[in-house]
């Protein structure tokens, strides 16, 4: 049981190139979720989906594409990076919407963007 | 709209002593308050949860938290603080609503000095 896992750890971009960061997850949740860190300012939502077939915007999405592909899996691309993209990006599942799940997050991927 | 305040950005605590991370929140129903923990390059770990019931719950490695609706607060809390409890704490809520977002703090770094 990996749980959350993020591929790939590490990645340097140069302004405008594309990029798609995938993640998996082997608990059977319905929900998955993308989430930027930076310094200061916590995790802010990027993307989510309640369950397999839906995404929605959370609170920073432009810029930013999502797929959920199946049940297990919800990627993340950026179309034309840009330096204020650089962060630390974590996806994570939990098992909403039938109760108020905690959340299990991936390791990360840190994402640098000249 | 949901928010969720962290107003210190670090705590420092002698080994042994109790600590206390603090935590308000701000939902428009009911809420579901989540703490995590996150150690250097690693991704967020559930630490404990309040949905209802008793306003003290209890948690991972000794961790503790009060639900105080009257203040909406949800500091958490342990006894006796030992230094691999340094690590930086995210405090989190979702409005029981039906919204399936959470909504996270800036964080609170602790710092336990032996």
């Known amino acids: 049981n990996a749980g959350v896992t993020q591929t790939p750890k590490f990645q340097v971009l140069k302004t405008g190139q594309s990029m798609t960061l995938q993640c998996a997850q082997d608990m059977n949740h319905n929900s998955m979720y993308w989430y930027r860190q930076d310094p200061g300012m916590g995790l802010r939502l990027i993307y989510y989906?309640?369950?397999?077939?839906?995404?929605d915007k959370g609170e920073v999405p432009n810029g930013y594409n999502v797929s959920r592909l199946n049940k297990r899996e919800f990627s993340l691309r950026l179309e034309s990076a840009a330096p204020s993209q650089t962060s630390v990006y974590f996806c994570?599942?939990?098992?909403?919407?039938?109760?108020?799940?905690?959340?299990?997050f991936g390791p990360g991927t840190r994402l640098t963007v000249t | 709209a949901q928010s969720v305040a962290q107003p210190e950005d670090q705590v420092n605590v002698a080994e042994g002593n109790p600590l206390t991370v603090k935590c308000t929140y701000s939902v428009s129903g009911n809420p579901y308050l989540f703490w995590y923990v996150q150690y250097p390059n690693r991704g967020l770990q559930f630490l404990l949860k309040?949905?209802?019931?008793?306003?003290l719950v209890k948690g991972s490695y000794g961790f503790e938290a009060e639900f105080n609706k009257s203040q909406t607060s949800f500091h958490l809390k342990k006894p006796s603080a030992l230094v691999s409890d340094s690590a930086l704490y995210f405090c989190?809520?979702?409005?029981?609503?039906?919204?399936?977002?959470?909504?996270f703090g800036t964080g609170t770094r602790l710092k336990v000095l032996a």
């Open positions: 989190a809520v979702r409005d029981a609503s039906g919204t399936y977002k959470y909504i």
């Open positions: 309040y949905i209802t019931g008793d306003n």
């Open positions: 994570a599942s939990s098992d909403t919407p039938t109760g108020a799940y905690e959340q299990y």
């Open positions: 989906s309640a369950s397999e077939g839906t995404t």
